[in-house]
């Protein structure tokens, strides 16, 4: 069968379609039926079903004899190690995590919180939590006290597990005393931490509170894989909306399970056995389903990278990473590629490897530019694949089925809808556009099994958010455009998120962080577009009246301020200060007449503008650090 069969078959039976993808699922109790749809227009899959992701992920393949193959290869550039855990060893360690968790009261249901950099504890502390049934919320290193804290306050965890240390080049990311921070701020206070203590910096625990992974887990009984309900959450991630209060992304169980499964065959073209690589980080939701779940719940090995993709030691690191490891599908983000382009054009590094068993590179995260995916096709020899999706879905809405059939390759497109994703243009009214016209991306309701049900503790927001705009259905914050063939454009961010290195991140977020400077009276933050990280963000501040600093050192404050409250993946390195913002009468300030001034495009000043003569101090201010007009 091809693409445009399998399509099919799930549009005229969506229910048998998922019914026979979760056959590929070691269910406890198998569900009666795929769709739950009592409660719509908020869907659940798989809801009387019983079934443990670490089952699926660990133990069922000890029990089918891949007990001595690698289920997880740890290579760490930053810290000069490698090693490897077989699934027998990984069956082990979690089930001791599980158990010791256990043994201080985590449940079925509870939250564990986990701030870990790359390493393999991360994955195991996330298996540990779903062989429980516990709900985990993996946050990224790179957000600071602040933002873990937020968290905590809403996820409102029974522990924390974390690291003491994370590993930047030229740094050591001190994680206990954020983590110290975060519970200090926080309202919610959680019964106990678990600090996993890394050579490189061992941390002072709080007597009581606070235990060591090792010791922790001494004399313990192992746990056994509890089974849960398919609609049971099996985690909350928290990503970056409109406002500074992140949404808290809920994934359930049974839907997580199969849809992750599907994907590894249909999508990235790997058997159970073969060697599986996404170059991302645990706390994103790549690193969720494909550094982790993705690969396990298939049986394939996964690699976990602690490193950058140059300078940890050079720009041939994924090259050696691919051909040591003979990794067979590779995911990254392009603004990966392009750090390596950017040292090395003409791929000098990859001469020193065989890169020959890699089959296909897949892109995802960010748009990914026609320049760096010719540059990797060229330089790697294998297609390139863009796939599109986000949080919220869990696994792509459209990509090249290569599994099923690899569709013709368009540059710009990350191809078709997948089996699951009814996808429309839809104008400003609902109304379906005609092909190659410019809209809103929505999907039809329902939306396929792995993607959120709701927001945690937050059903309003979660329907404001995603449903309302255009009832039946779900909006994805993205507009582009269809061509005749159906492939997709995606073109911007209908909302105030943007994209910083495959990082999601809110400009609302950093705007509520300057406005709590004292001196700043008003401000905008606004993604302008980098050539190596795609976009980066850029604030404009207005002044108090009355104060009468040098400006450098406002802007100095402002850039350090949210770094300390965003952290440093915010990357907020560019603030200036500005007289006045330009503003539609109604006061609406005009951030997208703004970035284009930055990227020096053309444009046409709303009709509603208060004042034009802003938009010249807007260009002088840009021009001033390195932006708008040449
Ligand atoms: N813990 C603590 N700090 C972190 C961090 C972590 N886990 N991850 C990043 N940071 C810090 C970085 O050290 C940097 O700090 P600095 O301002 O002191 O230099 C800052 O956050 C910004 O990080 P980033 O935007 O990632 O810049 P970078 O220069 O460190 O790396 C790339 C740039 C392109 C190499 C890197 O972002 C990358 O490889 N991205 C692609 C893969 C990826 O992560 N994708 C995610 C979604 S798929
Ligand atoms: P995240 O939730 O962090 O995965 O970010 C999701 C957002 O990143 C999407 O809504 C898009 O705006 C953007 N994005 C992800 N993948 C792509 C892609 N292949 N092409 C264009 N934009 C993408």
Redesign the pocket.
């Known amino acids: 069968m091809g693409y445009k069969d399998v399509y099919e078959s799930w549009q005229q039976d969506p229910d048998a379609f998922w019914m026979s993808a979760a056959d590929a699922i070691d269910w406890d109790r198998k569900p009666t039926k795929a769709l739950f749809d009592d409660n719509a227009p908020i869907y659940e899959w798989y809801s009387d079903g019983l079934v443990n992701t670490c089952w699926n992920a660990v133990d069922r393949h000890v029990e089918a004899g891949r007990g001595d193959q690698a289920a997880i290869i740890h290579d760490s550039p930053v810290t000069h190690t490698k090693h490897e855990i077989t699934y027998a060893e990984l069956r082990d360690r979690v089930a001791s995590l599980a158990g010791a968790l256990r043994a201080r009261g985590i449940e079925k249901g509870d939250r564990v919180i986990i701030y870990m950099?790359m390493v393999p504890e991360a994955l195991e502390a996330m298996l540990a939590c779903a062989r429980l049934g516990a709900v985990h919320s993996v946050v990224?290193?790179?957000f600071a006290s602040n933002e873990l804290a937020v968290r905590i306050d809403d996820a409102k965890p029974k522990a924390i597990i974390a690291a003491s240390c994370?590993i930047?080049?030229g740094?050591v990311?001190h994680y206990k005393p954020l983590v110290d921070g975060a519970i200090e701020q926080a309202t919610h206070k959680p019964e106990f931490c678990v600090i996993f203590q890394r050579e490189q910096e061992v941390a002072r625990l709080i007597e009581g509170r606070d235990f060591d992974w090792h010791g922790f887990q001494y004399g313990v009984e192992p746990a056994d894989c509890v089974p849960v309900e398919g609609n049971h959450p099996a985690y909350i991630l928290y990503t970056s909306g409109t406002t500074g209060a992140p949404k808290g992304v809920v994934r359930a169980t049974g839907g997580h399970l199969v849809a992750l499964n599907w994907t590894m065959k249909n999508i990235y073209n790997v058997d159970p056995g073969e060697v599986f690589w996404a170059?991302?980080?645990v706390?994103?939701v790549?690193g969720h389903s494909y550094i982790c779940y993705a690969p396990l719940i298939h049986g394939n090995t996964t690699v976990v990278f602690e490193g950058?993709?140059?300078g940890t030691p050079d720009a041939g690191t994924f090259w050696r990473v691919i051909s040591e490891h003979n990794v067979r599908s590779f995911f990254?983000?392009p603004?990966?590629l392009?750090?390596i382009k950017r040292e090395d054009p003409n791929g000098e590094c990859l001469k020193d490897y065989d890169i020959s068993g890699l089959r296909a590179l897949y892109l995802?995260?960010e748009r990914a530019d026609p320049d760096t995916i010719e540059w990797a096709q060229r330089i790697m020899g294998v297609p390139v694949y863009d796939h599109w999706w986000q949080t919220e879905t869990g696994w792509t809405i459209a990509g090249n089925p290569t599994g099923i059939e690899a569709m013709p390759v368009k540059i710009g497109s990350p191809t078709v809808a997948m089996p699951g994703y009814d996808v429309q243009i839809l104008d400003e009214a609902g109304h379906p556009v005609a092909p190659g016209t410019l809209g809103a991306i929505a999907v039809k309701l329902p939306l396929p099994p792995g993607t959120l049900p709701t927001l945690w503790h937050a059903e309003d927001r979660f329907r404001k958010s995603y449903l309302t705009t255009f009832p039946g259905y779900y909006e994805t914050g993205d507009a582009g455009m269809m061509d005749e063939d159906g492939y997709l454009y995606i073109m911007a961010r209908t909302d105030d998120v943007i994209n910083?290195?495959?990082?999601r991140l809110s400009t609302g977020a950093m705007e509520e962080v300057l406005a709590g400077h004292p001196d700043v009276a008003e401000c905008a933050v606004i993604g302008v577009t980098d050539q190596?990280?795609g976009q980066l963000p850029v604030g404009f501040v207005c002044l108090t009246k009355g104060v009468d600093r040098p400006h450098s050192e406002v802007t100095a404050e402002c850039v350090k301020l949210v770094?300390d409250k965003i952290?440093?993946?915010a990357?907020f390195?560019l603030a200036v200060v500005v007289d006045r913002l330009p503003k539609t009468r109604s006061g609406k300030i005009l951030r997208a007449t703004m970035v284009k001034i930055a990227d020096n495009q053309e444009f046409r000043p709303p009709a509603t503008i208060d004042d034009p003569a802003i938009l010249d101090e807007i260009r002088d201010a840009l021009e001033g650090i390195g932006y708008g007009p040449k």
């Open positions: 950099p990224f290193g790179g994370g930047e080049p740094r990311v170059a991302s980080d706390g994103w790549v950058k993709p140059m990254t983000a603004t990966a392009r750090a995802a995260g910083v290195a495959g990082h190596l990280k770094r952290g440093p993946v990357a390195k």
